[in-house]
Protein backbone atom coordinates (compact mmCIF):
# COMPACT_ATOMS: atom_id res chain seq x y z
CA UNK A 1 0.00 0.00 0.00
CA UNK A 2 1.13 3.68 -0.60
CA UNK A 3 0.40 6.83 1.37
CA UNK A 4 -2.54 9.72 0.15
CA UNK A 5 -0.20 11.63 -2.52
CA UNK A 6 -3.09 13.49 -4.65
CA UNK A 7 -6.92 14.08 -5.41
CA UNK A 8 -7.29 10.69 -6.75
CA UNK A 9 -6.20 9.30 -3.74
CA UNK A 10 -8.61 11.55 -1.44
CA UNK A 11 -11.31 10.70 -4.17
CA UNK A 12 -10.58 7.31 -3.68
CA UNK A 13 -10.70 7.41 0.29
CA UNK A 14 -13.86 9.76 0.63
CA UNK A 15 -16.05 7.54 -1.91
CA UNK A 16 -15.40 4.62 -0.21
CA UNK A 17 -16.36 6.24 3.49
CA UNK A 18 -19.38 7.25 2.15
CA UNK A 19 -19.83 3.68 0.69
CA UNK A 20 -19.66 1.96 3.82
CA UNK A 21 -21.66 4.98 5.84
CA UNK A 22 -24.60 4.32 3.69
CA UNK A 23 -24.26 0.48 4.22
CA UNK A 24 -23.93 1.42 7.92
CA UNK A 25 -27.22 0.89 10.49
CA UNK A 26 -25.95 3.95 12.52
CA UNK A 27 -24.45 6.49 9.99
CA UNK A 28 -27.16 5.65 7.53
CA UNK A 29 -29.88 7.66 8.24
CA UNK A 30 -27.62 10.73 8.07
CA UNK A 31 -26.39 10.43 5.33
CA UNK A 32 -29.00 9.06 3.38
CA UNK A 33 -30.92 12.14 2.42
CA UNK A 34 -27.94 13.72 0.87
CA UNK A 35 -27.22 15.12 -2.99
CA UNK A 36 -23.71 12.74 -3.08
CA UNK A 37 -23.29 15.05 -6.63
CA UNK A 38 -23.06 18.14 -4.79
CA UNK A 39 -21.45 16.27 -1.27
CA UNK A 40 -18.39 14.22 -2.31
CA UNK A 41 -16.95 17.37 -4.36
CA UNK A 42 -17.16 19.10 -1.56
CA UNK A 43 -15.48 16.16 0.84
CA UNK A 44 -13.07 15.95 -1.91
CA UNK A 45 -12.19 19.74 -1.49
CA UNK A 46 -11.85 19.77 1.81
CA UNK A 47 -9.53 16.75 2.41
CA UNK A 48 -7.18 18.07 -0.06
CA UNK A 49 -7.12 21.25 1.25
CA UNK A 50 -6.61 19.39 4.95
CA UNK A 51 -4.27 17.17 3.49
CA UNK A 52 -2.87 18.37 0.36
CA UNK A 53 -2.76 21.89 0.84
CA UNK A 54 -4.66 22.83 -1.77
CA UNK A 55 -6.28 26.40 -0.97
CA UNK A 56 -9.94 27.87 -1.37
CA UNK A 57 -11.80 26.00 1.38
CA UNK A 58 -13.61 28.28 3.90
CA UNK A 59 -16.82 26.45 4.89
CA UNK A 60 -16.94 25.57 8.89
CA UNK A 61 -17.67 21.67 8.74
CA UNK A 62 -18.79 22.44 12.49
CA UNK A 63 -21.47 24.79 12.06
CA UNK A 64 -23.00 22.56 9.36
CA UNK A 65 -23.29 19.80 11.97
CA UNK A 66 -24.03 21.36 14.74
CA UNK A 67 -27.83 21.05 14.82
CA UNK A 68 -27.58 17.30 14.19
CA UNK A 69 -28.61 14.45 16.41
CA UNK A 70 -24.91 13.41 16.67
CA UNK A 71 -24.85 11.60 19.77
CA UNK A 72 -20.96 10.03 21.04
CA UNK A 73 -21.76 6.18 19.41
CA UNK A 74 -22.23 8.10 16.27
CA UNK A 75 -19.11 9.94 16.89
CA UNK A 76 -17.32 6.35 17.86
CA UNK A 77 -18.64 4.90 14.42
CA UNK A 78 -17.65 7.49 11.80
CA UNK A 79 -14.04 7.50 13.65
CA UNK A 80 -14.20 3.50 13.11
CA UNK A 81 -15.50 3.38 9.85
CA UNK A 82 -12.93 6.46 9.10
CA UNK A 83 -10.50 4.66 10.10
CA UNK A 84 -11.02 1.26 8.79
CA UNK A 85 -11.59 2.82 5.27
CA UNK A 86 -8.21 4.60 5.23
CA UNK A 87 -6.02 1.54 6.84
CA UNK A 88 -7.94 -0.59 4.26
CA UNK A 89 -6.40 1.91 0.88
CA UNK A 90 -3.43 3.33 2.55
CA UNK A 91 -0.63 3.61 4.77
CA UNK A 92 1.77 6.63 5.93
CA UNK A 93 2.01 9.78 6.95
CA UNK A 94 -0.44 11.49 4.99
CA UNK A 95 -2.85 8.08 5.93
CA UNK A 96 -1.80 8.94 9.50
CA UNK A 97 -2.61 12.51 9.35
CA UNK A 98 -6.31 12.03 7.90
CA UNK A 99 -7.13 9.80 11.08
CA UNK A 100 -5.38 12.17 12.96
CA UNK A 101 -7.10 15.13 11.99
CA UNK A 102 -10.77 13.66 11.94
CA UNK A 103 -9.86 12.81 15.43
CA UNK A 104 -9.48 16.55 15.98
CA UNK A 105 -12.70 17.03 14.31
CA UNK A 106 -14.65 14.87 16.08
CA UNK A 107 -13.32 16.17 19.45
CA UNK A 108 -14.15 19.81 18.11
CA UNK A 109 -17.07 19.12 17.15
CA UNK A 110 -18.64 16.78 20.04
CA UNK A 111 -16.76 19.38 22.46
CA UNK A 112 -19.05 22.70 20.78
CA UNK A 113 -22.15 20.57 20.13
CA UNK A 114 -21.96 20.11 24.34
CA UNK A 115 -21.46 23.91 25.00
CA UNK A 116 -23.99 24.27 23.11
CA UNK A 117 -26.52 22.19 24.72
CA UNK A 118 -25.14 23.73 28.16
CA UNK A 119 -26.29 27.42 27.53
Known sequence: MSDIKD????ELFVRSFY???LKDEQ???FFKQMNFEKHI????HFWAFVLLDRGGYKTDVTQLHIKMPIEKEHFDRWIEL???TIDSLFEGEKAKSAKDRAFVMRWTMEAKMKNKDAT
Open 7 to 10: EDDV
Open 41 to 44: PKMI
Open 82 to 84: FNG
Open 27 to 29: LAP
Open 19 to 21: ARA
